[in-house]
């Protein structure tokens, strides 16, 4: 039994140093075998009775004994809190080390995502200044294509420009009674500034000042600017203005008011179809007068054949006269001879008695005249042709003078066509041919872009009317030009 005893007593003393010897070796399992060995330890001093043992001992040794055990168990504790020591250290150093990179990851990703979401708002910022700065150029060129807006459509339908003129210094005189009784601009009573109420009101009312003076000089370029082709963006210029010039009095509470506004867009508007009215009375006065000098070259046509009728109807009865003198004294055969030729004589009377007729027709009936179709290839291309009415008596004369400095190259004639109601005959084929129209604004300028063979065909059905048709235009100028181009060009 003994012997037992003795032998676990030394082998549990053995596993002690054992587990003391892991715990030097393996730091991370250091807490454990110390404990372990600690155990082992003590049912080791159990078993082998230590004290027993002690008992035999020399004093110099058991002091040698007891002072190794003391330091062995003092380096057992060292060795101990070195180990939790270096193991809580490198724990919380990986620790330490992983949430530094925990918070050196969280803020690069923060401040990733504040780059971000700074890109996409500047995006947005670019992207909003783009449509301002698109509208803006919109709004300030004069360039844009009047079918893209669709033509204007007057507010005012008034029959002359003075009536216009009259509504447009009404409008204007509106205005100005809205600014001397302050209506024009609106504003916060009693503002502060950082002043005394005095030099406050002084100060608003100068600020108003300064918007309506900018804002009525916007208004005056853009109104003096306007044109058939940028109405549209005039209005949307002026609106912008009034925007703009209240966003920057805002910061002490002062605006021009929306009836202010609505009385410029009334000005606009009146402005506008002011100078459209103008431009038609003097499209209207041009024609009028045209005609004037139709009629008076009609009258000197009429003036000077009439006179050359007279004449030659006088001339005639002289001869007449003057032959009946010689038949008293003539024999039979030469009285036959001066019957036939006073005959003759009086037969010539009557035919330019007939043209008498026919001249106080034409100044009587204001319809009848001339329908003629021309065209000018050098000057307009083919296929573009200007159907027109002439009263003349010689109806070449009028596209003679059609033909003059105002285009390069002579009209060439397709078709004259004398009709007692010619304006009644033109109005027809203009109607006929009103969506060839190559200027469908203005409808007194007479061009049509249409094919000859349409033309043709239209002119057949007036079956009452003497028609001479031609096809080809001669352009002879036009043609000859075109040769000389085409040697230079080979000699060059």
Request: aromatic share 10%; with cysteine; net charge negative.
């Amino acid at each position: 039994m003994k012997f037992l005893k003795t032998f676990f007593g030394i082998l549990f003393l053995a596993m002690s140093v054992a587990f003391i010897s892991i715990a030097y070796t393996q730091k991370g399992t250091a807490p454990v075998s110390l404990t372990v060995a600690t155990v082992f330890a003590l049912l080791s001093f159990k078993l082998l009775n230590i004290k027993e043992i002690f008992k035999n001992v020399d004093k110099t040794e058991l002091y040698d004994l007891k002072k190794e055990r003391d330091f062995l168990q003092s380096e057992c504790a060292r060795l101990s809190a070195i180990s939790q020591s270096t193991e809580d250290d490198d724990t919380i150093k990986v620790l330490r080390d992983l949430i530094e990179k925990k918070n050196q990851l969280d803020k690069d990703c923060q401040e990733q995502y504040n780059e971000l979401k700074n890109l996409k708002d500047e995006i947005e910022h670019l992207k909003n200044k783009k449509t301002e700065l698109e509208q803006m150029s919109l709004i300030y060129s004069n360039q844009i294509n009047v079918l893209e807006y669709g033509l204007y459509t007057p507010r005012y339908k008034f029959i002359t420009s003075s009536t216009y003129k009259a509504k447009l210094d009404e409008i204007r005189n509106t205005q100005a009674t809205l600014i001397k009784s302050n209506y024009a601009v609106t504003g916060i009573e009693n503002f502060k500034i950082d002043r005394n109420k005095a030099q406050d009101e002084q100060v608003v009312k100068q600020v108003s000042k300064l918007m309506l003076r900018a804002f009525n000089g916007e208004c005056d370029a853009s109104i003096y600017n306007i044109k058939y082709n940028n109405f549209s963006n005039i209005e949307k210029r002026i609106r912008k203005s009034f925007e703009v010039i209240n966003k920057i009095g805002s910061e002490i509470h002062v605006s021009i008011t929306f009836e202010y506004l609505d009385l410029k867009i009334q000005e606009l508007h009146l402005a506008y179809e002011y100078e459209l009215k103008i431009q038609e009375e003097k499209e209207i006065l041009r024609e009028q007068r045209e005609k004037d000098r139709e009629e008076r070259a009609l009258q000197k046509e009429i003036e000077l054949k009439r006179q050359k009728i007279t004449k030659e109807v006088t001339h005639i009865n002289n001869a007449i006269n003057s032959l009946k003198e010689k038949l008293q004294n003539a024999t039979d055969e030469e009285k036959e001879n001066i019957e036939k030729t006073i005959s003759e004589l009086q037969n010539s009377i009557n035919d330019y008695e007939e043209q008498q007729k026919e001249l106080d027709y034409r100044i009587e009936n204001v319809g009848a005249g001339y329908v003629y179709i021309i065209s000018n290839i050098g000057a307009f291309g083919e296929n573009v042709f200007k159907i027109g009415v002439t009263r003349r008596l010689e109806p070449l004369e009028r596209i003679s003078e059609l033909s003059s400095a105002s285009v390069p190259f002579k009209f060439d004639v397709h078709a004259l066509i004398f009709s007692y109601k010619a304006y009644e005959l033109e109005t027809a084929l203009h109607k006929r041919f009103e969506k060839n129209r190559i200027n469908l604004v203005n409808n007194r300028k007479e061009f049509f872009k249409v094919d000859i063979n349409e033309i043709e065909k239209e002119l057949e059905k007036y079956k009452d009317l003497t028609i001479e048709f031609t096809k080809q235009a001669d352009a002879e100028e036009y043609r000859e030009t075109l040769s000389i181009l085409r040697a230079n060009s080979k000699t060059v």
